[in-house]
């Protein structure tokens, strides 16, 4: 100390009284709690994975519909069509990468995949389902506290233009993702592990059988999904074989993501949440009561309401990209009156592995099938 030249003194003196005012702040921040020196709590950020016809509309909504919830649905279609003769094996380190740059609010991720000039938010796949979309500060006309029906923001906020998406993105506790084109969970351990990301799965199954026949009904609109699912098979397959050999992908991919998880350390294993469709509908509201706790979202009364309203009242239509909940009890039920036994038979010879794990009791008979007195739901 002695030794510094003169001139250095005052510049000395100033730096110690700076090292004494930094120790009182972090002293007084760490007594005071302040948000500004500890930890703030990160956005959650969840993805809900499922397939195609399993009720992720319906569990996609519990979230959208939810005031603090910046939503989106299936953003990576944007990049399967636009390689739509791609496979989804090439196509799953971009779906990756889509999936984090939108978890941390960065929507320029989209420019590879959509036209160039101007766009608006109703560029966005399926944006109306996000009513973060269609209130404050993306669109001023509802408010964020309100159920919006997706008719209604269609109408009033599609002129809105692309940027305030980032904008309502960032406003948010909680980045909510449905996506369908997943079909490993190795690919997302990077994710699960990413220090930027505060990441949660929820893992939507349903019925194999209920969802072959709900694809029955929707062959047409899913059809480039399914070729890029199939990759090189689809032209080899004969016409009648293909929703088999998609189911047998979509099964085979369930059971992975399962074992995958069990084999993951406690620590990332309590990110994964595992959810039958059935047991969501047979108790809709004590069911999403777990998984808004699960992810700290509070069931506001509102939501309480419209839960117990789209699962018993009137539906909302029949078109692929519904919610489609009317007496959705019933409807998880149909194909055990309207699959002939051969197609249920030969269906669970592909997916027997994965029904059996996830609780779905295979009916051996034809009568066994239309015997609605036998549940086939194990616990
Ligand atoms: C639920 O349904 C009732 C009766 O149809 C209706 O008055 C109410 O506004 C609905 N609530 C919600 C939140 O959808
Ligand atoms: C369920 O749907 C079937 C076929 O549409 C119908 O016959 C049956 O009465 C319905 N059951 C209930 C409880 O609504
Ligand atoms: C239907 O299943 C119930 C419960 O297992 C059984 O008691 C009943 O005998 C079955 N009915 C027919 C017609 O198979």
């Known amino acids: 100390m002695m030794i510094l ?93 889509l999936i984090r740059a939108i978890f941390l609010c960065d929507m320029s991720v989209f420019d590879a995949y959509m036209k160039p000039g101007p766009r608006r938010q109703s560029s966005l796949f399926q944006w109306e389902n996000s009513r973060a979309l269609c209130s404050p500060p993306a669109c001023n006309i509802f408010s964020r506290d309100m159920i919006i029906p997706r008719a209604h923001c269609k109408l009033l906020c599609s002129q809105q233009p692309f940027e305030v998406v980032e904008k309502a993105c960032r406003s948010y506790s909680h980045v909510v993702l449905k996506e369908v084109r997943f079909f490993n969970l190795q690919m997302l351990y990077p994710l699960l592990r990413d220090p930027s990301l505060n990441l949660r799965i929820v893992h939507l199954v349903r019925d194999p059988r209920a969802v072959f026949r709900s694809r029955e009904h929707t062959t047409e609109e899913l059809m480039i999904d399914s070729r890029i699912v199939l990759g090189q098979h689809w032209e ?11 189911m047998q992908v979509i099964c085979q991919s369930q059971l992975e993501i399962y074992k995958a998880v069990q084999s993951l350390p406690k620590a990332l294993r309590e990110r994964y949440m595992l959810i039958r469709y059935e047991d969501l509908v047979r108790n809709p509201i004590a069911r999403t009561a777990q998984i808004y706790e699960y992810v700290r979202l509070k069931f506001l009364p509102h939501l309480q309401t419209w839960v117990y309203n789209i699962t018993r009242g009137e539906g909302m239509g029949n078109h692929a990209f519904h919610t489609n909940a009317r007496n959705a009890l019933n409807v998880s039920q149909a194909w055990r009156w309207t699959l002939p036994y051969k197609k249920v038979s030969r269906l669970q010879k592909v997916c027997s592995d994965t029904m059996t794990l996830l609780g779905y009791q295979l009916v051996r008979s034809e009568q066994e099938q239309r015997n609605l007195s036998l549940d086939l739901l194990s616990t």
Do not use: C
């Not at 930094?22 to 948000?35: D, I, R, T, V």
């Not at 910046?70 to 989804?88: C, D, Q, V």
């Not at 074989?241 to 998609?246: E, K, L």
């Open 5 to 97: 030249p003169k001139k250095m003194k005052p510049l000395l003196f100033l730096i110690s009284q700076m090292a004494i005012f930094a120790l009182f702040l972090h002293l007084y921040g760490h007594n005071s709690n302040s948000p500004s020196t500890t930890e703030e709590p990160k956005p959650m950020h969840v993805l809900v994975l499922s397939s195609w016809r399993s009720g992720s509309s319906f569990v996609g909504q519990l979230f959208g519909q939810h005031p603090d919830v910046f939503y989106l649905m299936e953003p990576a279609w944007h990049i399967w069509m636009t390689f739509t003769h791609s496979t989804a094996w090439r196509l799953q380190m971009a779906v990756r990468d």
């Open 236 to 246: 080899k397959l004969k016409k009648e074989d293909q929703p088999y050999y998609m």
